[in-house]
């Protein structure tokens, strides 16, 4: 006998019917996806090239502040700059040694003396600037002139000590004792960290991240050659990246309280060829200002730390004060300055050597004294603009010094 076959019961077959069906679906959304996968390739690339102009798109705010765009402009920076003029820290051997600038820093034996009266000022500036008249040096010999005015090389601890960064080296006293005392001077005052300048040698100083040119003129003679040397030296400092060109210059006649044609001349020569301040010094009195082109022209500050007399006749002077507001290469044009009267001496019988600030009658005085010069300024300002000016003569810088009263000094 053998066995006979079994029929799969009706259950049987219903359940493996599912079965079937579910393989066959799930194989079938194998095939769907892998075939949707495939037909979907294209479209990554599709996405990814366009992808370069959203890019493109977003660089420019990216980029914009390093390819100069608003958002790259730079700010507008303030600095205040204080000049002083004549410092002659010393004196000629032909004086009376017991009442020279030698015999009272012997006396006192502290640089800080002779300008504690405007320390806080200089302090409180973001730059200050004298004229250095005369040499430091322990060498030489005595140029044949009248005067010669000599001081040990430790002097220039009195500028440094009262927060004076700058000197110009450009005048009629700087070589007094020969070639080798105007680089002794140099030298002693760099040792101390004031900055020199003059002639053909131009100071550039990083002030509040402003790079300031300062120039230093001096016209011996009203001369074409002299003029173009200087505003050579001023297209020179604005080819270097100079954003703030300020000139001081050497000009005039001694004693004279109004400046020549020439000195109006040769400063606006200045501002014309690109500089933003013109600083004048050497007749040893005050002279006035003017506005020129919207830039300041103050002709002469008169003296200041000066040993070239134990007691001057005139002991006013002025500290000439501008704050500049720099934007990148430009600077505005604008009045805030400040013309601070002075006197060269905290006594007036005699010179202290201490400038000192000038206060009530005093003050008003000398300012009465700047405006009478100014006024004469603008009448010969507006004589000059309507003639084309004619070329004032006279010497324009002689080695006589200011007036003296009986001491036999006469610088």
């Known amino acids: 006998m053998y066995a006979k076959p079994t029929c ?14 579910e393989l066959a679906f ?35 705010e990216a980029t914009a502040p390093e390819a100069g765009g608003d958002e790259a402009a730079p700010e507008p920076v303030t600095l205040t700059v204080t000049f002083a003029g004549d410092c002659t820290l ?33 302090g409180a500036d973001d730059l200050t600037v004298v004229n250095m008249e005369g040499v430091l040096t322990e060498g030489g010999e005595r140029a044949d002139k009248e005067f010669a005015f000599r001081g040990k090389p430790e002097y220039s601890k009195i500028l440094s000590s009262s927060s004076v960064e700058a000197a110009t080296m450009a005048n009629n006293h700087s070589k007094d004792y020969g070639e080798d005392s105007y680089n002794d001077t140099i030298e002693a005052l760099e040792g101390d960290n004031v ?25 011996p003679e009203d001369s074409d050659e002299n003029q173009k040397a200087m505003t050579d030296n001023i297209a020179k400092a604005r080819s270097e990246g100079a954003q703030l060109v300020l000139v001081y210059v050497h000009w005039g006649i001694e004693r004279d309280y109004d400046p020549s044609t020439d000195q109006m001349n040769m400063g606006r020569a200045a501002i014309d060829a690109g500089a933003d301040l013109v600083v004048g010094s050497h007749p040893h009195v005050i002279q006035g200002w003017e506005v020129y082109q919207g830039r300041y022209i103050v002709y002469s500050l008169g003296n200041f730390c000066f040993g070239g007399n134990s007691n001057p006749e005139d002991k006013d002077c ?19 300055v400040d013309f601070i009267a002075c006197s060269v001496s905290s006594e007036s ?6 400038p000192t600030i000038a206060e009530g ?50 610088a």
């Open 90 to 122: 010393g004196s000629d051997v032909n004086f009376d040694g017991s009442r020279s600038f030698n015999s009272k820093y012997a006396e006192v034996q502290d640089p800080a003396y002779f300008l504690q009266n405007v320390a806080e000022l200089f």
């Open 195 to 219: 900055k020199t300048f003059g002639y053909d040698r131009i100071a550039y100083m990083d002030v509040k991240g402003v790079k300031v040119a300062l120039i230093g003129a001096y016209f």
């Open 349 to 354: 019988d005699r010179n202290t050597y201490q």
């Open 8 to 21: 799969p019961t009706p259950l049987k077959i219903v359940i493996l019917a599912i079965i079937a069906i």
């Open 318 to 336: 002025m500290l000439f004060q501008q704050t500049f507001t720099v934007t990148g290469n430009e600077v505005a044009k604008n009045d805030d």
């Open 361 to 410: 009658d005093e003050k008003a005085r000398i300012d009465g004294k700047i405006q009478e010069s100014t006024d004469k300024i603008a009448a010969a300002a507006a004589e000059l603009d309507g003639t084309g000016g004619d070329t004032a003569g006279g010497d324009a810088a002689g080695d006589g010094e200011g007036g003296s009263e009986g001491d036999g000094e006469n």
């Open 26 to 60: 799930i194989g079938f959304t194998l095939v769907t996806e892998a075939r949707a996968g495939e037909g979907a390739a294209p479209a990554p690339e599709e996405t990814v090239q366009p992808a370069p102009a959203p890019a493109d798109s977003a660089a420019p």
